[in-house]
T-cell receptor
Framework: DAGVIQSPRHEVTEMGQEVTLRCKPI?????LFWYRQTMMRGLELLIY????????DSGMPEDRFSAKMPNASFSTLKIQPSEPRDSAVYFC???????????FGSGTRLTVV | AQTVTQSQPEMSVQEAETVTLSCTYD???????LFWYKQPPSRQMILVIR??????QNATENRFSVNFQKAAKSFSLKISDSQLGDAAMYFC??????????FGQGTELSVKP
């Protein structure tokens, strides 16, 4: 099993551009989480899905952020328009329903200039 | 809402010595899990140890052990015989009954040879 796969690993974009981060979860693991990590705020939970349905998006900072999980094999986190303060590492994590543990992707380092 | 607090932004330990990282949390739930994660410079999130709240016995994994005080809502991590490879950021995390995983701010551990 390749684990949770995130792409791209690094992304540099200009302010105002649209950015899409991608996550391929582990097959059969039906809970998916998006986190943002910054020095100032640590690891923040942005949104999580159960069975492709968003359960809690209270951590999404503002309307510029949106997340989708169209099927069990794929999720995206989109920022439009991007701002320099969105620069962070974004993690996707995955858990099987009856499992205690979470598997994290390698993260996407986003830099908005 | 649940919160997790790590009051030590940085800690340092001499190689082969023992160090304890502190974590407190706040919750009204009775059923939950607690975790310690290690994040080396590669930014990979590595599970170190977990504790189920219903278990009174403290979890142990080789050189890593926890002191779980449920009434005090305290969950500290003890690293014995510290090794250079233990140097990393350590995060305490709380998992609610609903599956939401919330992190503390992290403690950066350095190991001196």
């Amino acid at each position: 099993d390749a684990g949770v796969i995130q792409s791209p690993r690094h992304e540099v974009t200009e302010m105002g551009q649209e950015v899409t981060l991608r996550c391929k979860p582990i097959s059969g693991h039906n809970s998916l989480f998006w986190y943002r990590q910054t020095m100032m705020r640590g690891l923040e939970l942005l949104i999580y899905f159960n069975n492709n349905v968003p359960i809690d998006d209270s951590g999404m900072p503002e309307d510029r952020f949106s997340a989708k999980m169209p099927n069990a094999s794929f999720s995206t986190l989109k920022i439009q328009p991007s701002e320099p303060r969105d620069s962070a590492v974004y993690f996707c994590a995955n858990r099987e329903r009856w499992d205690r543990d979470y598997t994290f992707g390698s993260g996407t380092r986003l830099t908005v200039v | 809402a649940q919160t997790v607090t790590q009051s030590q932004p940085e800690m340092s330990v001499q190689e082969a010595e023992t160090v304890t990282l502190s974590c407190t949390y706040d919750t009204s739930e009775s059923d939950y899990y607690l975790f310690w994660y290690k994040q080396p410079p590669s930014r990979q999130m590595i599970l170190v140890i977990r504790q189920e709240a219903y278990k009174q016995q403290n979890a142990t994994e080789n050189r890593f052990s926890v002191n779980f005080q449920k009434a005090a809502k305290s969950f500290s991590l003890k690293i014995s015989d510290s090794q250079l490879g233990d140097a990393a950021m350590y995060f305490c995390a709380y998992r609610s009954a609903g599956g939401k995983l919330i992190f503390g701010q992290g403690t950066e551990l350095s190991v001196k040879p």
